[in-house]
């Protein structure tokens, strides 16, 4: 079975920009969460879909989105880049509620 | 007082010996626990899962649950050099909320050879 699929790999942006990453969860697993790895911060929540619902959310500015297809894909959005927003962005999925979270091998993020 | 609280580390170990990993959450309300190994430049992989009060043995590692006391531990008997690695706590169920699972900042193992 294929695991948590994200693209790009890699992304280079400049301040003011907006980028879209992509994430496609393993086959049947209808639950996407997405979170942000910095080295001060660790790894910190994000968003988690379900069913093309956000049901959970986490303390980010309105700049972080994103959004589930019916397929349980899952893109997130970052408008007007900043510096800070150089991260390692994980996507996971997971099978029912409670489940693990299964990663893909994430989206490094550079901001200059 | 943070969500999910571990040591940073580093946690150094000789190779053989047994490794003890903590860690604290804030939520008594939390329904389920989770342990994830990350290797530096990689992304974190499942290790344990524990839901109940008590040890939950898987070959070499044993994590054990204490909701009274807010707190889960993991141990590595036998650890290797390959064990080198930050070790994530994640929990689950805070403010009532399914899956959304809150990470703490990871201890990190150096297993001496």
């Known amino acids: 079975k294929a695991g948590v699929t994200q693209t790009p790999r890699y992304l280079i942006k400049t301040r003011g920009q907006q980028v879209t990453l992509s994430c496609s969860p393993i086959?049947?697993?209808?639950?996407v969460s997405w979170y942000q790895q910095t080295p001060g911060q660790g790894l910190q929540f994000l968003f988690e879909?379900?069913?093309?619902?956000?049901?959970n959310k986490g303390n980010f500015p309105g700049r972080f989105s994103g959004r589930q297809f019916s397929n349980s894909r899952s893109e997130m959005n970052v408008s007007t880049l900043e510096l800070g927003d150089s991260a390692l962005y994980l996507c996971?999925?997971?099978?029912?509620?409670?489940?693990?979270?299964?990663f893909g091998n994430g989206t490094r993020l550079t901001v200059t | 007082q943070k969500e999910v609280e571990q040591n940073s580390g580093p946690l150094s170990v000789p190779e053989g010996a047994i490794a003890s990993l903590n860690c604290t959450y804030s939520?008594?309300?939390?329904?389920?626990f989770f342990w994830y190994r990350q290797y530096s430049g990689k992304s974190p992989e499942l290790i344990m899962s524990?839901?109940?009060?008590g040890d939950k043995e898987d070959g070499r590692f044993t994590a054990q649950l204490n909701k009274a006391s807010q707190y889960v531990s993991l141990l590595i008997r036998d650890s290797q050099p390959s064990d080198s690695a930050t070790y994530l706590c994640?929990?689950?169920?805070?403010?009532?909320?399914?899956?959304?699972?809150?990470f703490g900042t990871g201890t990190l193992l150096a297993v001496q050879p």
């Open positions: 996971a999925s997971s099978l029912v509620e409670n489940s693990p979270l299964h």
């Open positions: 086959s049947g697993h209808r639950s």
């Open positions: 879909y379900f069913s093309e619902t956000q049901r």
């Open positions: 939520d008594r309300g939390s329904q389920s």
């Open positions: 524990i839901y109940s009060n």
């Open positions: 994640a929990v689950n169920g805070f403010g009532g909320a399914t899956n959304k699972l809150i």
